[in-house]
């Protein structure tokens, strides 16, 4: 939860500053539609570092957590993971991407170790491994 406020708090202030930086004091999903794609990609390089992550390359993390849900049409596993100091998560339950295989390995409420790439908000499962 303080991650997300932290977050919120940041994109707040980044979006005031650019507007201000532009002249252009617009609130809303307006502002949003008309920021230059140039200052998108500032808010996403900062979202990156506040989450610990280089914009430029991602890293494999590993870690431990339980299958929480299993989302075959959707190639992906919820999972409540550990914290995970290297991206400054605290711990908490999402969404990674994950392979038919990878699935085919779990059930729900299975304890995993699991390494995983994380670039932006694309998290990506890359082994997986029952404890």
Known sequence: MKTKLAFCLTLTMASTAIAQQHGNMQHGSEHMKNMPMGDAETMQQMHDQHMGQDSAAAKTI???????KIHQ???????????????????????????????????????????????????????????
């Not at 590993?62 to 929480?68: A, E």
């Not at 409540?80 to 990674?96: K, Q, S, Y």
């Not at 994950?98 to 990506?124: L, W």
């Open 62 to 68: 590993s870690t431990t957590g339980t299958v929480k």
């Open 73 to 131: 049409d959707k190639n992906m596993l919820t999972i409540a993971h550990d914290p995970v100091p290297e991206l400054e998560w605290p711990a908490m339950t999402m969404g990674f991407k994950a392979t038919e295989e990878q699935i085919k390995q779990v059930q729900e409420g299975d304890k995993i170790r699991f390494e995983f790439t994380s670039k932006g908000m694309n998290n990506s499962i890359v082994s997986i491994t029952k404890q």
